[in-house]
């Protein structure tokens, strides 16, 4: 413990009454070891046995009265206050922290969808891109070299609808 602290935690336990034995002794042991601190202690100690010896002070008969009086006028004035524009225009607004923070929520929740939405397109995007790379490759353009010819033929006659079902029965 500080040795200020010591001596003044004694100081304090004199003012509340007399100190016991052991605290008796360690405060001149106390100042035994700090000898400068002497005449403080003394001026202390009797300032409490002066103040000890005044008579208390008398009630009066209606203290109790007054004091509820004192109460009630101080809480009628408090009612009675005009109150600053700012005070009743911040009065209807209790609301607005609660507002706040459900936009807050509101906000960060749709800030999760649009990233769910996004994160759910970029997957399939890349599990389409991955389709397109599996496919064979298109056919050469030789193949296609003749396709002009080809769609400038006449149209030839329809195909025989009766001779296709026996052939696929």
């Not at 009066?60 to 004091?67: E, G, L």
């Not at 009630?72 to 524009?85: I, S, V």
């Not at 459900?102 to 649009?114: D, E, M, N, P």
């Amino acid at each position: 413990m500080n040795e200020n602290s010591l001596y003044d935690r004694l100081r304090e336990l004199s003012w509340r009454g007399a100190l016991t034995g052991a605290e008796e002794a360690e405060l001149r042991a106390w100042l035994a070891a700090h000898p400068e601190a002497q005449s403080d202690w003394e001026a202390e100690s009797g300032l409490n046995e002066a103040l000890a010896r005044l008579p208390d002070a008398p009630v009066p008969s209606n203290f109790t009265a007054r004091v509820m009086q004192a109460f009630e006028r101080e809480a009628d004035a408090a009612r009675r206050a005009p109150t600053l524009w700012w005070q009743s225009w911040q009065a209807g607004l209790s609301w607005l922290p609660k507002a706040a923070v459900a936009a807050v929520v509101l906000g960060a929740g749709l800030f999760a969808y649009h990233h769910h939405l996004q994160t759910t397109r970029r997957t399939e995007m890349a599990r389409s891109v991955v389709v397109v790379a599996d496919v064979f490759s298109l056919p050469s353009p030789e193949i296609l070299k003749d396709f002009d010819v080809i769609c400038a033929l006449p149209p030839g006659p329809p195909a025989d609808e009766e001779l296709i079902n026996v052939l696929l029965k």
